[in-house]
């Protein structure tokens, strides 16, 4: 149940980031003025981010309930490692290979924080 | 670029590291009090009894609201290459904060502080480096 929770708050506020980093390219990015922002502020990209990072933040809290903050905090960043993978599959970025070596420094924190 | 100082930056940044971590230890201490207290007394809307809880948990919310406007401004001064870096501080400041301030009271074990260090490595290996480009 801890890991249910945990994984769900993980990944909805990682598919938060990507959604807003989709907005913000589709209708901010080479759009100078005000009216930009209005329409980012409706767009699906941006309402869609907005309901994952609420949600993400409501299991967050359920995840807080019953962890401890110093085990749950640090594997948060796990979603460090699917918005990397999410960037380079769904976005289309170039992601270098120390940003890999990165990921996998993340992976193995985190698998070090869940066992202890 | 942005004719305010460069310490504006430095400020927003600092500032939003600090209210991530508060933010994250007020939630757990809110959600902790209630966890000692029952989930079920929310149901009873008895505010002596759950006030603090939501409270603290109100408040962590907030800060952590805050400390995403805050890295907004970051972002629009800094590359994030240069600023994310520094999001790496926060685990740190949470971890020692939930381990030695006496209302958390968290145990700290060498498995969960090395495990900690290597997510901040991670972390700052993940943003430092390399030059990605979003194509068009």
């Known amino acids: 149940m801890d890991e249910l929770l945990l994984s769900s708050a993980i990944v909805l506020l990682a598919v938060a980031q990507v959604l807003q980093k989709r907005g913000a390219v589709r209708h901010l990015a080479g759009k100078p003025g005000t009216g930009g922002w209005r329409r980012a502020l409706v767009s699906r990209e941006i309402v869609g981010a907005i309901a994952c990072l609420t949600l993400g933040t409501a299991l967050w809290l359920a995840v807080l309930y019953r962890m401890d903050v110093s085990k749950a905090f640090p594997m948060l960043s796990a979603g460090t490692i699917l918005v990397l993978v999410a960037s380079r599959v769904l976005l289309g970025e170039r992601v270098s290979p120390p940003r890999w070596g990165g990921a996998i420094l993340v992976a193995l924190g985190v698998a070090l924080v869940a066992a202890s | ?136």
Do not use: C
């Open chain 2, 1 to 136: 670029m942005s004719a305010r100082p460069r310490s504006f930056g430095l400020a927003a940044l600092a500032t939003s590291i600090v209210l991530s971590a508060a933010g994250q230890l007020a939630m757990k201490v809110g959600m902790g009090d209630l966890h000692r207290i029952g989930i079920g007394e929310l149901a009873n809307a008895d505010w002596a009894a759950i006030g603090p809880a939501v409270s603290w948990t109100m408040l962590g919310v907030a800060s952590y609201g805050a400390s995403m406007i805050a890295w907004l401004l970051v972002l629009a001064r800094y590359p994030l290459s240069y600023a994310y870096p520094f999001l790496g501080m926060s685990y740190v400041l949470v971890y020692a904060a939930a381990t030695q301030w006496s209302a958390l009271a968290e145990p700290s074990t060498p498995l969960r502080a090395f495990g900690t260090l290597l997510v901040v490595a991670g972390v700052v290996l993940v943003s430092s480096t390399g030059e990605d480009r979003t194509p068009a």
